[in-house]
């Protein structure tokens, strides 16, 4: 049985994405609903993996996701992001599906195991990908599920092929040139499924997520994005910054993200950063 918020939740939801309903069919199961949710969502909730990176696997139950990402005014991985907007859509009545891809988008010539989840979304009038959560390269919108056709989102433009095997493989165009994302079936997953690979990601020695900070959003015009310590915003232009210290950090975390950091976290952080370099070059 799918997860759903209570009535004052939702309304909490709302007001962390800045999503204003102008009228009662705007909190209906409607397409319309799920664009306007979805532009919102990664543009006020970032991706970030601070707990995995500090030692700690993040709680995949609603309400430790729930108080996170809304009351806590956090971020989180693909789970996290991806439980929760699945949650609200079931409240509004859509009919969601839990999904698992095999990433590409770092190695697409690697079988990775499947540590990505999206979402499945059905609406009067279509059926759709539904995605909040894939670091630097989060859908911002959903896709309608046809494959081979180009679909433009307020970013790039994306698509959907069917391969072998009867998977199916998400791409993005960058320029002239199209770059796989993930690779995915159809078959539903369950809450037992995503507990192993969340304590897979950010448990596994050599998980990204346990080694490097990855911290994206996708706001209108530009993706931002932080990779350890270097800082990128790409739109029409793109440009790099090397974050110095742990005070950069912070600063760039906050103003940048809108993540604001307890304590020494910033420190603790930098010396993680920079003793898994160390490692590598050593």
């Given at each position: 049985m799918n997860q759903t918020l209570s009535p004052a939740q939702l309304a909490a939801y709302f007001d962390r994405i800045g999503y204003?309903?102008?009228d009662r069919k705007s909190q209906q199961a409607t397409s319309e609903t799920l664009h306007a949710l979805h532009r919102l969502h990664p543009q006020t909730i970032p991706f970030e993996n601070l707990d995995s990176l500090l030692g700690r696997t993040p709680s995949l139950d609603l309400a430790s996701v729930f108080a996170k990402l809304v009351s806590a005014r956090r971020g989180g991985y693909c789970y996290e992001h991806n439980l929760l907007f699945r949650a609200v859509l079931d409240t509004l009545g859509f009919e969601t599906t839990g999904l698992a891809a095999r990433v590409l988008w770092n190695d697409p010539a690697a079988m990775a195991p499947r540590t990505h989840m999206m979402l499945l979304v059905e609406t009067p009038d279509d059926t759709w990908l539904a995605d909040v959560g894939f670091g630097s390269m989060t859908l911002?919108?959903?896709l309608q599920f046809d494959a081979?056709?180009?679909q433009a989102t307020p970013h790039e433009p994306f698509r959907l092929d069917l391969i072998e095997r009867g998977d199916f493989m998400l791409q993005v165009?960058?320029?002239?040139t199209w770059r796989p994302i993930y690779r995915f079936d159809l078959e539903p997953q369950f809450p037992s499924d995503y507990a192993i690979a969340n304590h897979y990601v950010s448990t596994y020695p050599d998980s990204i997520f346990v080694n490097h900070?990855?911290?994206a959003r996708v706001v209108p015009g530009e993706r931002q994005t932080l990779y350890d310590m270097t800082l990128t915003q790409r739109g029409e232009t793109e440009s790099r910054r090397e974050l110095a210290n742990p005070a950069e950090l912070r600063s760039v975390l906050q103003d940048?993200?809108?993540?604001?950091?307890?304590?020494?976290?910033?420190?603790a952080l930098v010396e993680r950063i920079a003793r898994v370099s160390t490692s590598i070059t050593s």
């Amino acid at each position: 049985m799918n997860q759903t918020l209570s009535p004052a939740q939702l309304a909490a939801y709302f007001d962390r994405i800045g999503y204003v309903a102008p009228d009662r069919k705007s909190q209906q199961a409607t397409s319309e609903t799920l664009h306007a949710l979805h532009r919102l969502h990664p543009q006020t909730i970032p991706f970030e993996n601070l707990d995995s990176l500090l030692g700690r696997t993040p709680s995949l139950d609603l309400a430790s996701v729930f108080a996170k990402l809304v009351s806590a005014r956090r971020g989180g991985y693909c789970y996290e992001h991806n439980l929760l907007f699945r949650a609200v859509l079931d409240t509004l009545g859509f009919e969601t599906t839990g999904l698992a891809a095999r990433v590409l988008w770092n190695d697409p010539a690697a079988m990775a195991p499947r540590t990505h989840m999206m979402l499945l979304v059905e609406t009067p009038d279509d059926t759709w990908l539904a995605d909040v959560g894939f670091g630097s390269m989060t859908l911002s919108a959903p896709l309608q599920f046809d494959a081979g056709r180009q679909q433009a989102t307020p970013h790039e433009p994306f698509r959907l092929d069917l391969i072998e095997r009867g998977d199916f493989m998400l791409q993005v165009k960058l320029g002239d040139t199209w770059r796989p994302i993930y690779r995915f079936d159809l078959e539903p997953q369950f809450p037992s499924d995503y507990a192993i690979a969340n304590h897979y990601v950010s448990t596994y020695p050599d998980s990204i997520f346990v080694n490097h900070l990855v911290v994206a959003r996708v706001v209108p015009g530009e993706r931002q994005t932080l990779y350890d310590m270097t800082l990128t915003q790409r739109g029409e232009t793109e440009s790099r910054r090397e974050l110095a210290n742990p005070a950069e950090l912070r600063s760039v975390l906050q103003d940048v993200f809108g993540l604001t950091l307890a304590g020494n976290k910033a420190d603790a952080l930098v010396e993680r950063i920079a003793r898994v370099s160390t490692s590598i070059t050593s």
